[in-house]
Nanobody
C-alpha cells in the first residue's frame, strides 16, 4: 500500500506562487491516479484537480483553472501541484490522494489513500 506525504506549504502573499509535493513511499506510484483536494476553514474538503496514470490527462476545478498545474515524476514517485497567482481564498489545508481503481475522479470517495495535508496560507 502506498503512503503519501505532502510538503511545500507555507505563507505566501497574494499573487505569489507555491509548489506542493506529494511524495509516495511503501510502494511504487505506478498505476495510481493522483488527486489534490483542499479544505478551507469551516468548509468541506473540495476537489482541486487530478492527474491520471501515466500523466496524460489532468482536470481542474473551475476555481483554480489557469492558475494551478498538476504534474508527476514517476521515477521520483512524486506528484506536484504548482500554484500561481494565489488568492486569499486559496488559503486551506491541501491534501493529495491516490487510487488505482478505475479512472481518476473528482470525489473524495474516488481515492482510498490520503496524505496528512499541508497548510497553505495566502495573506499580506
Amino acid at each position: 500500500q502506498v503512503r503519501l506525504v505532502e510538503s511545500g506549504g507555507g505563507l505566501v502573499q497574494p499573487g505569489g506562487s507555491l509548489r506542493l509535493l506529494c511524495s509516495a513511499s511503501g510502494s511504487t506510484f505506478g498505476g495510481y491516479h493522483v488527486g489534490w483536494f483542499r479544505q478551507r476553514a469551516g468548509m468541506e474538503r473540495e476537489f482541486v484537480g487530478y492527474i491520471n496514470w501515466p500523466g496524460s490527462s489532468t482536470r481542474y476545478a473551475d476555481s483554480v483553472k489557469g492558475r494551478f498545474t498538476i504534474s508527476r515524476d514517476t521515477a521520483k514517485n512524486t506528484a506536484f501541484l504548482q500554484m500561481n497567482s494565489l488568492k486569499v481564498e486559496d488559503t486551506a489545508v491541501y491534501y493529495c490522494a491516490a487510487d488505482r481503481r478505475g479512472g481518476p475522479g473528482i470525489r473524495i470517495s474516488d481515492y482510498d489513500t490520503w496524505g496528512q495535508g499541508t497548510q497553505v496560507t495566502v495573506s499580506l
